[in-house]
T-cell receptor
Framework: NAGVTQTPKFRVLKTGQSMTLLCAQD?????MYWYRQDPGMGLRLIHY???????AKGEVPDGYNVSRLKKQNFLLGLESAAPSQTSVYFC??????????????FGPGTRLLVL | DAKTTQPPSMDCAEGRAANLPCNHS???????VYWYRQIHSQGPQYIIH???NNETNEMASLIITEDRKSSTLILPHATLRDTAVYYC????????????FGSGTRLSIRP
């Protein structure tokens, strides 16, 4: 099992450019999440999904869109990148039924720099 | 969702027990207490969780007060590899509500 993987690991964007971050999990988990972490800060939830075809807003959703077309994949899109979106992005997944939902498995992160 | 409060930083001597406190005075009856840690910008790692009873696994022990308003994570024999930021989270079971990580406690282990 690879667990949770994220692509790419690092990216530099210019202001106004767009990009998509890909998260994939091979644990057949129902829940998937996208977080951002700014330097010296805790994680903040951007969007999450409770199952294939569903998405919901988290704590800081503005400027981001997400899609969950397949159960194993959760995509995070930046339509027009801004310097304030410079951050480390973590994806996570968790199983709904076999254990309390809060046990999340995290990916290694994507470091994004917006110039 | 209950909010948790943790000290911003702590330190502990290598080989000693590290006791990390967490206050969750507004926790409701169906909210589990979870602990995660994050080592040097890696993805957070699950440590342990509990509802009412004390719990122990190969990584740590979790002591929850009888009124459930606070808990303590215990690393019995801290090593340098335990240096990390530790997050305490209160999370309702099988709910789609938002999970709040907070700022955590930065634990430093002294050689």
């Amino acid at each position: 099992n690879a667990g949770v993987t994220q692509t790419p690991k690092f990216r530099v964007l210019k202001t106004g450019q767009s990009m998509t971050l890909l998260c994939a999990q091979d644990m057949n988990h129902e829940y998937m999440y996208w977080y951002r972490q700014d330097p010296g800060m805790g994680l903040r939830l951007i969007h999450y999904s409770v199952g294939e075809g569903t998405t919901a807003k988290g704590e800081v959703p503005d400027g981001y869109n997400v899609s969950r077309l397949k159960k194993q994949n959760f995509l995070l899109g930046l339509e027009s990148a801004a310097p304030s979106q410079t951050s480390v992005y973590f994806c996570a997944s968790s199983q709904l039924m076999s254990q309390p939902r809060g046990t999340q498995y995290f990916g290694p992160g994507t470091r994004l720099l917006v110039l | 969702d209950a909010k948790t409060t943790q000290p911003p930083s702590m330190d502990c001597a290598e080989g000693r027990a590290a006791n990390l406190p967490c206050n969750h005075s507004t926790i409701s009856g169906n909210e589990y207490v979870y602990w995660y840690r994050q080592i040097h910008s890696q993805g957070p790692q699950y440590i342990i969780h509990g509802l009412k009873n004390n719990e122990t696994n190969e990584m740590a022990s979790l002591i929850i007060t009888e009124d459930r308003k606070s808990s303590t994570l215990i690393l019995p024999h801290a090593t340098l590899r335990d240096t990390a930021v530790y997050y305490c989270i209160a999370d309702p079971y099988s709910s789609a509500s938002k999970i709040i990580f907070g700022s955590g406690t930065r634990l430093s282990i002294r050689p």
